[in-house]
């Protein structure tokens, strides 16, 4: 390279250096603004960050929150989702949750756990953190607690493994606000 070449170079390395350093702060900055989802047939609300592709979709006994990375392919999709599990009453509130954690390994053959400990909280209540990871590779992560007889989980995913931590404290944020309104 030349003399002459080099400011050139200079200038080509710094626009490549800011565009790299805005694609990736961009996931910070999109998440800036957030809104509060609270419904009362649900019992519980929860933060959740303003993107223009987030969709929410609401069933009976879940809230799943998903942000297409690509609006025509479903397999880039980060997902976020509340659910709620009715367990039986005649147990108080840990047992009730104890008893769910040992049945969740054996109904998850096709991933390996790698965490189930009783070492969280959520919504103020003692929860079992769960990190686990599917015989493709893929890493999910949940927390659940149990109320009046009534398991709460929330459940982080995506579909592509390298966005998983960056997408993390977005889902952690949302886990932080999440609160149990029955």
């Given at each position: 390279?030349?003399?002459?070449?080099?400011?050139?170079?200079?200038?080509?390395?710094v626009?490549?250096?800011?565009?790299v350093?805005?694609?990736s702060?961009q996931i910070?900055q999109?998440?800036?603004?957030?809104l509060?989802?609270?419904?009362t047939n649900?019992d519980?609300k929860?933060?959740?960050?303003?993107?223009p592709?987030?969709?929410?979709?609401e069933?009976?006994?879940?809230?799943?929150?998903?942000?297409?990375r690509?609006?025509?392919?479903t397999?880039?999709?980060?997902v976020?989702s509340?659910?709620i599990?009715e367990?039986k009453?005649?147990?108080?509130?840990?047992?009730?949750?104890?008893?769910?954690?040992?049945?969740l390994?054996s109904?998850?053959p096709?991933?390996?756990v790698?965490e189930l400990?009783?070492?969280?909280?959520?919504s103020g209540?003692p929860?079992?953190?769960?990190?686990?990871?599917?015989s493709?590779?893929?890493?999910?992560?949940?927390?659940?607690?149990?109320k009046?007889?009534?398991?709460?989980?929330?459940?982080?995913s995506?579909?592509?493994?390298?966005?998983?931590?960056k997408?993390?404290?977005i889902a952690?944020?949302?886990?932080d606000?999440?609160?149990?309104?029955?």
């Amino acid at each position: 390279m030349s003399y002459q070449q080099l400011p050139l170079f200079l200038l080509i390395l710094v626009i490549i250096m800011i565009s790299v350093s805005a694609t990736s702060s961009q996931i910070e900055q999109q998440a800036q603004k957030w809104l509060t989802f609270d419904r009362t047939n649900y019992d519980f609300k929860i933060q959740y960050p303003v993107y223009p592709d987030l969709i929410i979709r609401e069933r009976a006994d879940s809230v799943i929150f998903q942000k297409l990375r690509n609006s025509s392919d479903t397999r880039d999709d980060v997902v976020v989702s509340v659910n709620i599990i009715e367990r039986k009453h005649d147990k108080d509130d840990n047992e009730n949750l104890d008893q769910f954690a040992s049945n969740l390994t054996s109904r998850i053959p096709s991933y390996k756990v790698l965490e189930l400990k009783k070492n969280a909280t959520l919504s103020g209540m003692p929860a079992y953190r769960l990190m686990m990871i599917s015989s493709q590779g893929h890493r999910e992560s949940g927390i659940f607690t149990s109320k009046d007889g009534i398991i709460y989980s929330i459940a982080y995913s995506v579909a592509q493994n390298n966005d998983f931590d960056k997408f993390l404290p977005i889902a952690q944020k949302m886990i932080d606000s999440f609160q149990i309104t029955k």
